[in-house]
């Protein structure tokens, strides 16, 4: 159970030209917001949105389809998205909430919904979590590393960061630059280090690129909710799917990652636990499937 | 008695074999009728220390469940303008609110009373359970210039279980409640584990999640502390110390402190 528990997995994309223009991967996020706030089972979504700093986000509120398109793409840094939740609540008077979020912002939400000690009248107001495939984040300076020092690249230039097929990517509107994932490590996030979920387990809806074709995103519906939702979506046209066995390189893939992460991730709760480290998960010894995210 | 004994024989589950066990399918309504009336009512008391009455009232912000709980489901035998009752009755569970005035004579024998006098005791809300902003009592004012030091309720009385929040919403409450009353000791076991948790701080995060590698800047923390001392900045939480009230909200709700991860599971039907 690398991939958590799931009623279905999909390969899918947004059928809307602009979205596909601007998502990072099939655009699922934008294309199930969208859809959501015009079918108003959502208020509003929160997101990672632009700032001043380019390429440094801040979790926003996003009420319109534009506002939703304008947080699109993949920021690969700090985007505390669960702290705007009771904001959108509050402030914003938001009923139904709907979030995207990495994998250990929704063991924040899910966490403070079954136990909500001083969080008051939030938990039930949070409708739709789109939760996003996780390998790792990085500090903002590294971000800085990367793009001015590694690759040498004019930040300002750069519209479009990825990672994948082993690289770091970065698009200017002439050239494509690459850094191998060596360069890059030491300069994660190092918490990341004992994450164990790679693919939201914990999501109505999740999605990333592994395992589906440039352009595609890998889809996972989780709880009713999410499948519902995805559902009233490929019905209306705004999202297309295609079965994970006709797609390259498909499920397989994305079942090597997930169990890479999470075995790396084991290796490293079990030398913390050995050396008295504090860690909040199970040690393998401890737990049934040693991967679990427990 | 273990914790785990006292709370099994708060839910009659020893004496009694099981729900289970009932006979449904024969019993007739009276029949049923007549076990549910047998099965005593947990009786619980409300006391008060140095506490804002914050958490009373978040308790009865549970409207919708709230007359069932007080006709049918516990029998509220002791508390301050609840119950007409001067002198303290054995109970099942006391809900205690407030830290306790080691210089208030009366505040510490109430508290050795309920000790004594309840099988169970939840420190209900932060001043109860880490002190909460009374913490920064430095004595010196009126009404009593003499009450200077309030410390969390389990610095006196073996403390068995915790709900911090400042106060503990609404839902928190219920949910505790529905858990004691179903049995869910997989519910409740954090609550458990928190009456440990006394001293607490904004700057707990950063020496018991940063400092150890385990921040990953998600923003629950400065999402759930209720008085906004916590920003995010860098990724990572800022804490600013004029507005912490030290009740330990934040810490407990990161999800790199502990992980409930059957009991998220469960809710979510994964
Ligand atoms: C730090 C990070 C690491 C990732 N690692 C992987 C990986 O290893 N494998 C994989 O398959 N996919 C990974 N992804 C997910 C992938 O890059 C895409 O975000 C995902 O496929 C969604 O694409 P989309 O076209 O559906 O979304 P879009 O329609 O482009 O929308 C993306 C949404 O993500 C939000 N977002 C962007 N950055 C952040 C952030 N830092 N924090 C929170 N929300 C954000 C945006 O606001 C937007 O709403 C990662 C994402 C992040 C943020
Ligand atoms: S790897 Fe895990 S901890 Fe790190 S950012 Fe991704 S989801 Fe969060
Ligand atoms: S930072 Fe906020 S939540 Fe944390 S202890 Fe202080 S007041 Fe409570
Ligand atoms: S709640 Fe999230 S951001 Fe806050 S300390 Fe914990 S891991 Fe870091």
Known sequence: MVLGTYKEVVAARSTDKQIQKIAQDGGIVSALFCYALDEKLIDGAVVAGPTEELWKPAPTVAMTAEEVLAAAGTKYTFSPNVWMLKKAARQYGLEKIGTVAIPCQLMGIR???????????????????????????????????????KMGIDPSLVEKMDIGKGKFWAYTADDVYTLPLKETHGYEQNGCKVCLDYVAELADVSTGSVGTPDGWSTVL?????????????????????????????????????????????????????????????????????????? | MSILARIKSFLGLEAKPDKEAKPKQEASQQEVEKVA???????????????CTGDAISLTENYDILAELLTNMVDIVYGQTLVDL???????????????????????????EVREKAALVCALGSCAATGCFTRYSRGGQQAQPGHESFVPIADLVKVDCAVPGCPPSPEIIAKTVVALINGDMDYLQPMLDLA?????????????????????????????????????????????EDRCIKCGVCYVQCPRSWWPAEQINKDLGL
């Open chain 1, 111 to 149: 966490k403070m919904q079954s136990y909500p000690f001083g969080v008051r009248f939030l938990a039930d107001k949070i409708a739709l979590t789109v939760g996003i495939f996780c390998m790792e984040n990085f500090p903002f300076a590294s971000l800085q590393t990367f793009i001015s020092e």
């Open chain 2, 196 to 240: 440990g948790y006394t001293e607490a701080c904004g700057c707990d995060l950063q020496t018991k999640v940063v400092n150890q590698a385990l921040c990953i800047g998600c923003g629950t923390c400065a999402m759930s502390c209720q008085t906004r001392a916590l920003s995010m900045t860098n990724g990572r939480p800022e804490l600013n």
């Open chain 2, 86 to 112: 001067w002198e303290m009755p054995e109970m099942d569970l006391a809900l205690v609110e407030g830290s306790c005035c080691l210089q208030d004579e009366h505040s510490v024998k109430e508290l050795m």
């Open chain 2, 37 to 51: 009336e047998e099965k005593a009512k947990p009786r619980i008391g409300y006391i008060h220390l140095s506490g």
């Open chain 1, 221 to 294: 519906t989780r709880t009713d909710a999410g499948e519902t939702i995805f559902k009233a979506a490929v019905d209306a046209g705004v999202i297309e799917t295609k079965a994970m066995d006709d797609v390259k390189p498909g499920l397989g893939m994305l079942e090597k990652l997930a169990t890479d992460k999470k075995t790396k991730a084991m290796k490293v709760i079990d030398d913390r636990k050995a050396m008295g480290l504090p860690v909040p998960y199970k040690a393998s010894s401890e737990k049934e499937d040693p991967l679990a995210n427990v």
